[in-house]
């Protein structure tokens, strides 16, 4: 069976961090881009990060730029997303998820279009919660 199994959410203080987990059972991420998403109460979904199996090729969106870190450990078949700096507007449902698309590069709007169309498998969720 194929699932995407987050972790490592939960309540933390501004200012503090999270490292969150995306890992794959089924299938293995070879010839996948992974992507972290997120979806506060109210407002669509949107793209937080992605990284090629590689490594190779990593995208931030603007609002995480800088204090998110996405990596990929292959024999672990698990994604991260190192969260530093974290702020009460980065409070959300927390989802991964793994789809083969093919682009020599990523951007907000690629990112954007994934959020929409739910492309790939995708992971239940963990909640995030950054207390001011």
């Known amino acids: 069976e194929v699932q995407l199994v987050e972790s490592g959410g939960g309540l933390v203080q501004a200012g503090g961090s999270l490292r969150l987990s995306c890992a794959a059972s089924?299938?293995?991420?070879?010839?996948?881009?992974i992507g972290w998403f997120r979806q506060a109460p109210g407002k669509e979904r949107e793209g937080v990060s992605c990284i090629s199996s590689s490594g190779g090729t990593t995208y931030y969106a603007n609002s995480v730029k800088g204090r998110f870190t996405i990596s990929i450990d292959n024999a672990k078949n698990t994604v991260y997303l190192q969260m530093s700096s974290l702020k009460p507007e980065d409070t959300a449902i927390y989802y991964c998820?793994?789809?083969?698309?093919?682009?020599?590069?990523?951007?907000?709007?690629?990112?954007?279009?994934?959020?929409?169309?739910?492309?790939?498998?995708w992971g239940q969720g963990t909640p995030v919660t950054v207390s001011s």
């Open positions: 089924g299938f293995t991420f070879d010839d996948y881009v």
């Open positions: 998820s793994a789809a083969r698309k093919y682009f020599p590069s990523w951007n907000s709007l690629l990112l954007r279009l994934w959020a929409l169309d739910g492309d790939g498998y």
